[in-house]
């Protein structure tokens, strides 16, 4: 996998919504967190990854203890944080004659606590692992750690103090920092305790996601990403109904689109806004998505308004890329996401993912009652018997991709949401792919998010719990904290990225189990 640059990219800044997203700027939230316990992780086969990690003592034993040369031990903050961490040390013994150097290392899972480092040979740069070195000249001293990390655990390393010095560390704290107020949210009571469980994790999850924009993962990649901020934006509206925050998300994205007019797949909000320069297909649609729900949940017209042409230019460019039979064009470069499964074909999944858009650009466009509406509907129509057409395999009584035909779960699942068939057809269809189960599968939360939404709007509720209960389930009793960006039962150290260290354990996409299961009452 690599990831190309653009060539050229040209990016036409607009000044007002640039402005107008400045102005939406959250609020941020504190709270301070100390840790509660002292663990130790040991190896251990049956554990995700063959890390756990076991309690050893309470933290408050801390201030009663010295630490020296090559001394460690590892905190536990009992949850997922995000947030800033303190720490104050005291020197023990003679006056220090030498600087302490300490070492941290930052996790979300004990993993990170066990496996050096160094060892990291992923693409993604290594730099994303969490560690600091630290000097310090005099003692004692209150160390803040200038960079917001995501963690439950910390390892201190005690490197060096001298022989004549030893070093205690008290009240070490993180100021975790949210812009989601949690008292917002109102809670449910399942009676299905593990539903609830789900519910709760997935609340945690996006609300450690609620930055100053809605970041993928407070750990990795730190950014705002289409397809990710959709599906919190949905999330988020049945729970936390930060609905300005999204409003803020989509103004950033219209304030930076290329020369074309097409939005990019992510962009950066520090040193300023920049529009990374990577562009995916159903990622630029899903500007129209997100801009379609969040119309439906607020009805704010004004916005609405200002931001159709953006949404409106995403459809006409997506439309560009069809040949003359109504297919999207194939391509073997990074062109549309849909998933990280290996080896899956996009194309098929694509043009239904474009269906998907225009009925909500369809459903905008009567809504501002502009003429654009009766060109999309007679394009949607032809698209939609194209589809039916060259993708449909009536033999094998599935959706086909690409030129070697492959049937993914992918091109299933995005049909059926694209409601290209009868609810008769949707239903038949599920079931048959759950019997059969293709090879080229599924590979992260987010493309489970669309199979269970699949399944509920085929009719299939108990499937879709069942699938839930397996999936995010399998997470919890994994010991997830809050929803990880990759998970895979059948393969528990999977990474698209070449190593579990760089994946994010807190991750946007991941937070959907709240959705489904408020949104279609499960
Ligand atoms: C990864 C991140 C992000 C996602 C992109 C496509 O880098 O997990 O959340 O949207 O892939």
Redesign the pocket.
Known sequence: MSIQKVENQVIIRNQAFIEKAEQLKPQLFETVVKPVSIVEVKEDSNVIHGWKAEFMAPASTLADTEYGKKDSFILDFGNHQVGYLTINIRPSGSPPDAPLKLKLTIGEMPVEMAEPFENYDGWLSSSWLQEEKIFVDVLPATITLPRRYSFRYVKFEVVDTSPKYRVVFENIECRAITSANINDVDSVSHEDTEIQKMDEISIKTLADCMQDVFE??PKR?RRL?L??LRLQALANYETLKNNDLVKRCLYLFAGVPDDKGKVP??VFIAPKLIADDTY?YD?SLFFTATLHDYYMETKDLATLKELWPTAYRQIELALERLDENNIVKDSSDWWS?ID?QEGLNKQTPSQAVLIYTMKQAIRLAKELNVPEKDLLKARLEEITVAAKTYLWDEKQQFFISGADRQVSWASQIWMVLAGVLTQDENKQLMNRLLIEKPTIGIATP?MYHHLVEALLVSGEKEMAISEMKTYWGGMIRDGADTFW?LYDPKNKDFSPYGSHLIN?YC???SCTPTYLIRKYNL
């Open positions: 993928d993962g990649d990403w397809g990710d797949a992510n995916l990622y996401f990280w987010y960006e994010s991750h946007a996409w």
